[in-house]
Nanobody, 117 residues
Framework: QVQLVESGGGLVQAGGSLRLSCAASGSIPSINIMGWYRQAPGKQREPVARITSSGSTNYADSVKGRFTISRDNAKNTMYLQMNSLKPEDTAVYYC???????????WGQGTLVTVSS
C-alpha cells in the first residue's frame, strides 16, 4: 500500500503564491507517475500537473507558466509551486501516484486552496 499526505494549502490573495507538498510512504513503485489534480466546488476533478519518476513533466493549459511541479525521489515527496494564483484556482488539490506491476492508483486526502479576489 501507498499512503499520500498533502500539505501546504490555505487562503491566499490573487497574485500570491503557495507551495503544496505530497509526502508518499509505503510500497512505492520505482517507476511511477505522480500528479496533482484539483476539484472545484460543483466541478469534476481535473488534472493539474504530473511528473514521472524520471522527471518528465506535463501541465494543464490553465496553469502553464504559473505552476511548477517537482519531486525529490530521495524524500518520496512531490511539490507544486503555484505562483500568480487566480480565484479560479480555488479547489481541493489532490496528490496521486500511479504505476508499478500492480497498477497502483493511490490518492491523498486533499488540501484546500482558496484564492480571494
Amino acid at each position: 500500500q501507498v499512503q499520500l499526505v498533502e500539505s501546504g494549502g490555505g487562503l491566499v490573495q490573487a497574485g500570491g503564491s503557495l507551495r503544496l507538498s505530497c509526502a508518499a510512504s509505503g510500497s512505492i513503485p520505482s517507476i511511477n507517475i505522480m500528479g496533482w489534480y484539483r476539484q472545484a466546488p460543483g466541478k469534476q476533478r481535473e488534472p493539474v500537473a504530473r511528473i514521472t519518476s524520471s522527471g518528465s513533466t506535463n501541465y494543464a493549459d490553465s496553469v502553464k507558466g504559473r505552476f511548477t511541479i517537482s519531486r525529490d525521489n530521495a524524500k518520496n515527496t512531490m511539490y507544486l509551486q503555484m505562483n500568480s494564483l487566480k480565484p479560479e484556482d480555488t479547489a481541493v488539490y489532490y496528490c496521486n501516484c500511479r504505476g508499478g506491476p500492480t497498477a497502483l492508483d493511490a490518492w491523498g486526502q486533499g488540501t484546500l486552496v482558496t484564492v480571494s479576489s
